[in-house]
């Protein structure tokens, strides 16, 4: 019953992000995330404490990137992080694979050199973070993924998460960091009158909550 209400509260809360602009859509964007973290507390016996944890860092990312005026990028994507990191820890706890723990390790450092590397005199903290969070998400797919047949809502979600992230890096990117040229079909499909980041974006973090509650995590 109590997931069936939070299903049908975050179908509206959906229709109204993918329909309005405004304040209207902005109060329901972040509404539908403090409804995922309400369903883990409601559910919180049978609720993983990195899943909640992490739910909790998804909170307050979206209050500096999307509540919050003007924008902080840089704290958001460090309360990401913080929620990458949770679920990569839960995952860990679930595999305990040293391999696949140390090859995170080994991704997030190629990413971060990667990073200087391409960018050199612009670099930044936000840039840093930003992919280090995007090859932590990258991992956990991939971690997830080993065990499809017991954490199919986790998997699902990692790669929703994954497609929103790919759009709004690629947003932020253009011009400050890569030059995509307007006019062109990716600046097009970037910036397009539809938020297509939020298409794939709620109904990950819906599914994610589903995974934190037993009996839910493993189907």
Same mark, same amino acid.
């Given at each position: 019953?109590?997931?069936?209400?939070?299903?049908?509260?975050?179908?509206?809360?959906? &229709?109204?992000?993918?329909?309005?602009?405004?304040?209207?859509?902005?109060?329901?964007?972040?509404?539908?995330?403090?409804?995922?973290?309400?369903?883990? @507390?409601?559910? =919180?016996?049978?609720?993983?404490?990195?899943?909640?944890?992490?739910? &909790?860092?998804?909170?307050?990312?979206?209050?500096?990137?999307?509540?919050? %005026?003007?924008?902080?990028?840089?704290?958001?994507?460090?309360?990401? @992080?913080?929620?990458?990191?949770?679920?990569?820890?839960?995952?860990?706890?679930?595999?305990?694979?040293?391999?696949?723990?140390?090859?995170?390790?080994?991704?997030?450092?190629?990413?971060?050199?990667?990073?200087?590397? =391409?960018?050199?005199?612009?670099?930044? &903290?936000?840039?840093? =973070?930003?992919?280090?969070?995007?090859?932590?998400?990258?991992?956990?797919?991939?971690? &997830?993924?080993?065990?499809?047949? %017991?954490?199919?809502?986790?998997?699902?979600?990692?790669?929703?998460?994954?497609?929103?992230?790919?759009?709004?890096?690629?947003?932020?990117?253009?011009?400050?960091?890569?030059?995509?040229?307007?006019?062109?079909?990716?600046?097009?499909?970037?910036?397009?009158?539809?938020?297509?980041?939020?298409?794939?974006?709620?109904?990950?973090?819906?599914?994610?909550?589903? %995974?934190?509650?037993?009996?839910?995590?493993?189907?």
């Amino acid at each position: 019953m109590i997931t069936g209400i939070y299903l049908f509260l975050e179908t509206i809360l959906y &229709a109204i992000i993918i329909t309005q602009r405004g304040e209207l859509q902005v109060a329901a964007s972040y509404i539908s995330i403090l409804c995922c973290f309400a369903y883990l @507390l409601i559910n =919180i016996r049978q609720c993983d404490g990195f899943i909640l944890g992490a739910s &909790a860092c998804t909170v307050m990312a979206d209050y500096f990137l999307v509540v919050h %005026s003007p924008i902080q990028r840089l704290w958001g994507m460090v309360f990401f @992080l913080g929620a990458q990191t949770l679920y990569a820890l839960r995952l860990h706890f679930w595999q305990r694979n040293k391999l696949l723990l140390i090859l995170g390790f080994v991704l997030i450092g190629a990413a971060l050199g990667i990073t200087v590397v =391409i960018l050199r005199e612009k670099t930044d &903290a936000l840039a840093l =973070i930003s992919l280090c969070y995007y090859a932590n998400l990258a991992m956990n797919i991939v971690v &997830a993924f080993t065990k499809w047949k %017991s954490c199919k809502l986790l998997c699902i979600g990692f790669v929703l998460f994954l497609l929103c992230d790919t759009v709004i890096g690629l947003q932020v990117a253009s011009g400050a960091y890569l030059p995509i040229a307007e006019g062109s079909w990716l600046h097009n499909v970037l910036f397009m009158n539809f938020p297509l980041a939020w298409f794939f974006y709620l109904p990950s973090q819906v599914l994610l909550a589903l %995974s934190g509650v037993k009996n839910s995590a493993r189907t």
